[in-house]
C-alpha cells in the first residue's frame, strides 16, 4: 500500500477548464517549450520536494495542466478528490496562472474542507494581501524565492502544531480572529548549498507514485526531455519589463543579492542528467553574472562531467571573446541564445541593459567561431518605443543576421504577452515608459484570460501600438520571419509552408472568434463560437507540435533506463546509509 502524501503540489492550467471554452491559439508561449496553457510547473518545485522529503515530509509534484492537456477525458476534479494529503501547495508563480491556479485552489477546498491549501511562487508573493482577502480558499501563502525552509516549518505545524505559527518566517495566514496576518520575508539565503538533487526526487517520487505522467514538466517531453540546471536565485539585471529584475527581487520578493549555487553542484546535476538522457541542459542564469571566476569554475566543473549532452548557455549581455573560448575547451556541443530584444539600439537602451549591435554581432561571430551549434537571438513586440514600422525592421535586422552569420544563427521575435510583470520597473512606473495598464485586480486578469482572442487577454498598450496593432503585427512579423527562414534554408520548404498555413489560418479564426462574440441572439452566438472552437482546438494542436525552432539535437538515446536504474539504487543505498 503507497503511503499517505503530506504534501501535494499541484501546477495548474493557465485557464481552468481551458478544454470546455473557445480559445484560439496564440504566439504567447511560442519561445519557450510549454504551450499557451503554460503547462510548465516551477523549477523550485523538485526543489521543495527533494528538501522536505529529506526532512520527513512526503512530498508528491502532480502536474494538472500536462493531465489536462493530453486527456480530454482527464477529470481533474475526480483525481483530487482521490488525494487525501495533509496540505494542497499550488504555485501562483507566473500571473498567467491566475485563473487556474485560483479555480484548482476552490476545487481543494470544495472537495477537502479540511485540507489546507498554501499558494506559492512570485506573483502569490507579491499579491499575497490582495489574494488573502479575495479569495478565502487560500489559506495560507509561503513568500519569497526561497521558501524551503519556511514551507517545511508550515508542514510540522500543520502536521503537528508544534510552534508558534507567527514564528515561520515568510507567511501569510490568517489569524484565529480571520485577519489576515504576515510574518517578515526574512528567508532569501545567500548560501545554496541547502538545496539537494531534484532529479533523483523527480525519479524517486515518480516510482513511488507510479507516476511518471504527472511530473512531466510540459507535454511532449517523452519525445523531448530537455532539463535544466539553475545557476542562482535573483538576478543582477534590470530589464523593465522583468518581474524577476534586480530591483524587484528586492522590492518584492525579499531578495537584495543574486544567490549562487556552487560551482560543484551544477556540475553534479550534469553528472545525474547525463545518466537520465542524452537531451539537451539549459543552463539557467547567465554565468558571467557571477564574475570570471565563477564563470570558469562552473565551466570546469561541467568540463569534468564531460557530457555529450547540448549544454544551452544564456547571456544576459556580450561577453568577453575568451567566455566561449572557455567554453569550448570545456564543453563538447554547446549553444547560446541572447536576448538583445530589437534591432533599435535607442529603445533596447531603455528596455535592458545598453549595449550595441556591433557588440552583440562581435559575440555572435565569436561564438559561432568557437564552435556553437545554435544561437537563438531574441526579440519581443510590445516595447516603448515601438512602432509597426520599427518591429518590421528588426525583421530585416534578422534577414541580416542570417545573411552574415548563417543559419546556426537562429533569430526568433515574439509579443510581450499576456501581462506586464507585477513589480517589474514597468509595472511600477508604466507611465514614464509610454505604458497604459489595462488591468489592476487579479479578478480582472482572471477574467481578461477567458476571452477567446489572445488580444484581449493582453494587460498593456502603448503609446505606439494598440492592442490589436500588437496582434497585427506580430503576424506580420512571424510570417515574414518564417519567409526570410525559408529563404536561407535554415527551414525546410514544407516546415514554412506549413507555419505559413499555420498562422494564416490562425488569423482567420481570430476574426471568426470576434465576429462570434459579436453575435447578438445568444443561441446563435454558441453554436457559432462551438463550431469556431473545434477549428481553433484541430489548429492549436497542430501548432503545439511545431517547436522545432526552439528545440536543440538530442545526443544520443532520449532515456538511458540502466543510468536511470543505477541512480535509483545509489539513491535508496545512500538514504539508507543516512538513515
Ligand atoms: C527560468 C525562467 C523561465 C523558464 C522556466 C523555468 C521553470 N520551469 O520554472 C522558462 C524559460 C521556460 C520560462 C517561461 C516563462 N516565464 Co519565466 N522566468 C524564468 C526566470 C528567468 C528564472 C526563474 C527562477 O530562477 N526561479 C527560481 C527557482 C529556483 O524557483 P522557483 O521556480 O521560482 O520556485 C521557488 C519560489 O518561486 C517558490 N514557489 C514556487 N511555486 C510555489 C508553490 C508553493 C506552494 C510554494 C509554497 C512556493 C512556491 O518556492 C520555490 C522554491 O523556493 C524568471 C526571472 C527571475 N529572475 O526570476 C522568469 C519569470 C519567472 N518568468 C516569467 C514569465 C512571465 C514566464 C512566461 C509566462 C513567459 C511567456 N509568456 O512565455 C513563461 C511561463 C512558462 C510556463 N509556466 O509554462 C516572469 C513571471 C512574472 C510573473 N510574476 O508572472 C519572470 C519573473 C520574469 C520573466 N518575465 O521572464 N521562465
Ligand atoms: S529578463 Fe533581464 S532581469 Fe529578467 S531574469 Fe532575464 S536578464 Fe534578469
Redesign the pocket.
Known sequence: MLLKDD?V?L?AP?VYDFRKMLRVPSP????????P?????????P??GEYLERHGIRTRIVNL?VRMLENSRFDARRFISHLKPEA??????????CHGAIEIARLCKELHPEIPV?????????LHRELMEEYPEID???R?????E??RK?MSFIISENCEISSIPNLVYRSRMGTIAATGLETAPADLSY?GNSYVYMLRSALRHADIRGIR??KGWWSYPIT?S?T????S?N?Y?????AS??KSC?GRRKVSFRTPDSIGRDIRTIKNITGAPV?I??DLMQGGRDYAWAVLEEIGKASPRNHIVFELFKPAPVEFFEKIAGNVANFDFEISPQTHDEEIRGQVITPYGNRELENNLEWCLEAGCGKFDVFFMIGLSGQTAESVMDTVDYCDYLLEKFGIRLNPLI?P????V????PLQVSAGEYGFKLLFESVEEHRSALTNPNWRDWLGYETKWLSRQGIVDVTYEALLELNRIKGRHAQISPEYMENMEAILRENIVLLGRADRAMEIGDLKRRRAEMEKVKIEADELMDRSLMVKEEIEWPVSGPRFRYFGILRLLVSSCINRDAAE
Open positions: 504534501l503540489l501546477h493557465s504567447v508561449a511560442d519561445l519557450v517549450p510549454s504551450g496553457v503554460f503547462e510548465m510547473y516551477p523549477v523550485g518545485f526543489f521543495m495542466a494542497f501547495g499550488i504555485d501562483l508563480h507566473w500571473l498567467p496562472h498554501i499558494l506559492g511562487g512570485y506573483s502569490a508573493t507579491i495560507f501563502i509561503v519569497g524565492d526561497s521558501t524551503e519556511p514551507l508550515l538545496l514538466p510540459f535544466t539553475i542562482c536565485r535573483g538576478c539585471q530589464c519589463f522583468c518581474g524577476g529584475a524587484t527581487m520578493l539549459f539557467i542564469g515574439g510581450f504577452a499576456p501581462f510583470d507585477p513589480c517589474s
